[in-house]
């Protein structure tokens, strides 16, 4: 009896300290009032059986699983609001579609970015990211297939680009990469090693990158400049990949316009 009353005790401290910690995470008072009023009858009943009330032990039997019924009723309950929880900061923070960081989420933390490097005087820089040829996957083969692409483009720069680097999607077919800590002076080597033989493949297309970068605080002080110039750079890199493709040569020396 007496091991047994141990390992209970044992049982009921973790699921007790679990329980906490869901209560102090979704902060639902209800169901710790709940858990508690099964705590006290569970346990008032295992003292009265220990101390060998024999008479009584079928009520307390009765009690005691009273007791744990409603205990687990409420941790069921926390669980289900502790997985909701989670999904919706989910879609509050990240993309349906890719799992990138969403613009919004991406937005706040650039700004937080900026007072964090004015404060301990550092550098950081972005990169903004756009898909060449991603028309051509919808038109021919469909968006289903577009949003294929979008989520291997994902994919790709996740493994190209360091753990603690941020992706979000911007819009549409434009992802803005955040390198915490990045010095002006190495982005081009950076930009350069992302977008080298950056090529995903659907079908007969070939999506590549044109990339724009912009760092703080060389290229500006806040958000909406970081962006200006990054965009205005994307756009040149896009042109330039436009100017080269039209005079390019195919295999039979012939023109591809």
């Known amino acids: 009896m007496i091991k047994v009353f141990f390992y209970d005790a044992i049982l009921f401290a973790v699921v007790s300290v679990v329980f906490l910690i869901l209560v102090l995470r979704n902060k639902?008072?209800?169901?710790?009032?709940?858990?508690?009023?099964?705590?006290?009858?569970?346990?008032?009943?295992?003292?009265?059986?220990?101390?060998?009330?024999?008479?009584?032990?079928?009520?307390?039997?009765?009690?005691?699983?009273?007791?744990?019924?409603?205990?687990?009723?409420?941790?069921?309950?926390?669980?289900?609001?502790?997985?909701?929880?989670?999904?919706?900061?989910?879609?509050?923070?990240?993309?349906?579609?890719t799992g990138a960081y969403n613009r919004s989420f991406i937005e706040e933390y650039i700004k937080e970015e900026v007072k964090k490097a004015k404060r301990l005087r550092e550098q950081f820089c972005i990169l903004l990211l756009d898909l060449n040829d991603f028309k051509q996957v919808n038109d021919k083969y469909g968006h289903n297939a577009g949003d294929i692409v979008l989520k291997m483009v994902v994919n790709e720069l996740r493994r190209r680009l360091r753990e603690y680097d941020l992706i979000?999607?911007?819009?549409?077919?434009?992802?803005?990469?955040?390198?915490?800590?990045e010095k002006e002076a190495n982005i081009l080597e950076v930009a350069n090693r992302l977008v080298s033989d950056f090529v995903v493949r659907y079908g007969n297309v070939d999506v590549t990158l044109s990339v724009g970068y912009a760092c703080f605080p060389v290229d500006g002080s806040d958000l909406s400049r970081l962006i200006e110039v990054a965009d205005n750079r994307m756009y040149k890199s896009k042109s330039i990949f436009k100017e080269a493709r039209r005079y390019a040569v195919d295999d039979k020396g012939e023109k591809k316009v």
């Open 28 to 97: 639902d008072i209800k169901e710790l009032l709940w858990f508690s009023v099964g705590a006290f009858v569970t346990t008032l009943s295992k003292i009265y059986m220990f101390m060998g009330r024999e008479l009584a032990e079928p009520a307390f039997y009765v009690t005691t699983a009273a007791g744990y019924f409603v205990m687990s009723l409420s941790m069921i309950k926390l669980i289900q609001q502790f997985k909701l929880l989670k999904t919706l900061e989910e879609e509050a923070f990240h993309d349906p579609l």
């Open 168 to 181: 979000a999607r911007w819009g549409g077919d434009e992802f803005l990469v955040v390198l915490p800590a």
